[in-house]
């Protein structure tokens, strides 16, 4: 379909980009590469009356490696992600999971804070927020503020993003070079939204079993979720058979998919087992 | 409101409301028709262009945000002269039957062979999955565009 009618403004800095929302009374909307918010107008599930286009405000698409982590600009691109070659040791998780962000012409546009203020429950992006810790920093019209991703993803399509905020950043933490780690998720077509899809870390200590384990689903609920029964089943354990079998049983118990077209709550809930198990074998290997 | 940009290496200036997406910005106010619309909400991948450099699709970007791009259309991309070697390879491999996907498909594959001459088949097969296709089933499409690599390889795809 086409567009429903609204305004358009592009402005060159974060602050005019602040008044603008704030000027519409929570119905204007930041467009940064559009790649969700464009079918959401097609389809007129949003009809905002003004659009403000973040593209000309400046330092917003950077990619920023540190002690502290990675700190990626909110106007960065799938793209990007796939270019940067120090994102290989510095966040091999990220890099791993933005391998299966849609389609090639989208990973041209699309932007990781826009698909975070989309908070798709399938996407990987905010999966990898969740399960990483991330912070969020936003801006508005009170000031600036980073939101853990525990507090951020409310349901699918609901964040706690005030409606004059804009998303600056998606900070992650420092990744540790012995970290071990998995991505895998099902879609029954390349760059489809996955049915289910798992991100997990640990970081073996030096006897060789697991600490720290970060698991996060996507698909598989209204939000992306940590599963801390599956991250108990690991944590203190070598990663074998034995646990391997029972972190994929845990993940299974601890997931409430929901019933689509696309596949059964019972199906979602074997899958995101079967997941668990892949991407911890892949993680241990 | 006022827009201008470059489109297959021409300035225009035209006069759009916002919502007007790119697509229908090439086809109706520019009448460059060989953009196709499949879809319209970034599904199927007929609307394809490059935006600088970038294959994009041109459903999912307003015209307002071309402001001083460099736009190419499937028009940009072949010449009245001879067909390019990416449009003799399509021929060659039976890569269209009806061909109101084939303009995304060959914006798609120029953008992939001028970055990538060196790509290999999975790498091919993973970047057209963004364009569908509902005659040929893929396999001369895929075909074609490894076919094409030796031109890309050598003239940058140009005749």
Redesign the interface.
Known sequence: ????????A?PATLSEAVALLASHDGDAKA?AG??SL??M???RVASPSL?V?L?KLPGLNKIAIDSDGVKLGAMVRW?DIEDDERLKTAHPLLKAAIAHV?????R??GTVGGSIAHADPAAEMPGIAMTCDAGIAVTGKSGSRVIKAADFFLGALTTALEPDEIITEIRLPAWPQSRRFGFQEFAR???DFAMAGVALYYDPDPSGKASNAHVGVIGVGDRPQRLTAVEAAINGNTIDEATIARAAAAASAAVEPQQDIHASAAYRRALTGTLVERALKIAAA | MPVQFEVNGKSVSVEVEPRLTLADCLRQNLRLTGTHLGCEHGVCGACTVLVNGDAVRSCLMLAVQAEGAKVVTVEGLSNDADLTPLQKSFRKHHALQCGFCTPGFITTAHALLTEEPDCDADRVRDVLSGNICRCTGYISIVEAVLDARSAYKKTGGGP
């Not at chain 1, 379909?1 to 358009?8: D, G, H, Q, T």
């Not at chain 1, 849609?102 to 989208?106: N, P, T």
């Open positions: 379909m086409k567009l429903p009618p609204f305004e358009y592009c467009i559009g790649q464009m079918p107008l097609a389809f659009l286009d593209r793209r849609a389609h090639y012409q989208i041209n546009r077509r390349r760059g």
